[in-house]
């Protein structure tokens, strides 16, 4: 009798395991899980680092068509520069992975005509921010031929020009670095355009003085 009651009681308890794993197995099934995945940029963020990206690469050209005879300050400099943009477009460019979004945008500079708060963020976008239509032109590019003589310049026409498209053109980033300052309530792309804006800042002010010893000036 005492076998056979022991028996009974280890039948019931594998039963009532194997119940609780067909439960567990078919639950969800039973209760379907929704799981809401809360975006890691909002499309403001996203399209700040896909533009900012593309307009440091920029830069990167600018340094590589800069004659290597022209005055050993300015050839420093640029390599200064050079390495500050690798950086930081290893970092938005990262952003961009996390997020599963592409390097380039479909729509250059479209984020700045946004008001979207970043969902996880608790303030409101701030106002009165610089505006843009979809597809604006990137301020401070320089263009295919501007390029062009920059890779035909030599010694000190070839520093000059190099400075004045660079001065031009980090005050084109320091539009869109101020732009999703403004923009954007908190988070990491905030603080890193902040950051952007501030050593840009003094680049721009060092570019001005190298400008104004080859008694140059910036370009309109």
């Known amino acids: 009798m005492w076998h056979t009651g022991r ?19 078919l639950r969800p099934l039973v209760l379907p899980e929704h799981h809401t995945a ?7 963020e ?3 680092a896909q533009d900012m990206t593309a307009h440091h690469q920029q830069a ?7 004659d290597r005879s022209a005055d050993p300050t300015v050839l420093r400099l640029a390599q200064q520069l050079a390495d500050a ?6 970092t938005l460019l990262g952003w961009l992975r996390l997020a599963n979004e592409t390097p380039l945008s479909p729509h250059p ?6 008001e979207e708060p970043a969902p996880h963020h608790h303030s409101v976008a701030a106002p009165d921010h610089p505006q843009a239509p979809p597809d604006a032109t990137m301020p401070g590019l320089a263009t295919m031929s501007e390029l062009d003589a920059l890779a035909t310049a030599r010694g000190r026409d070839a520093a000059i020009l190099f400075l004045q498209l660079m001065f031009r053109h980090h005050q084109g980033g320091l539009t869109m670095s101020q732009a999703a300052d403004r923009l954007l309530p908190s988070g990491p792309v905030k603080e890193s355009a902040r950051s952007m804006f501030q050593s840009q800042s003094q680049e ?10 080859l008694g140059a000036q910036p370009r309109p």
């Open 85 to 90: 943009q690798r950086i930081e477009i290893g």
């Open 109 to 114: 500079m479209a984020w700045m005509h946004t």
């Open 60 to 66: 990167l050209i600018l340094v590589q068509r800069l």
């Open 204 to 213: 721009t002010g060092v570019i001005s003085v190298l400008l104004t010893q």
């Open 38 to 44: 809360t975006p890691i940029l909002t499309s403001a």
């Open 7 to 25: 028996i009974k009681v280890a039948a019931i308890a594998s039963s009532a395991f194997a119940l609780l794993v067909i439960g567990a197995a």
């Open 46 to 48: 996203v399209g700040f």
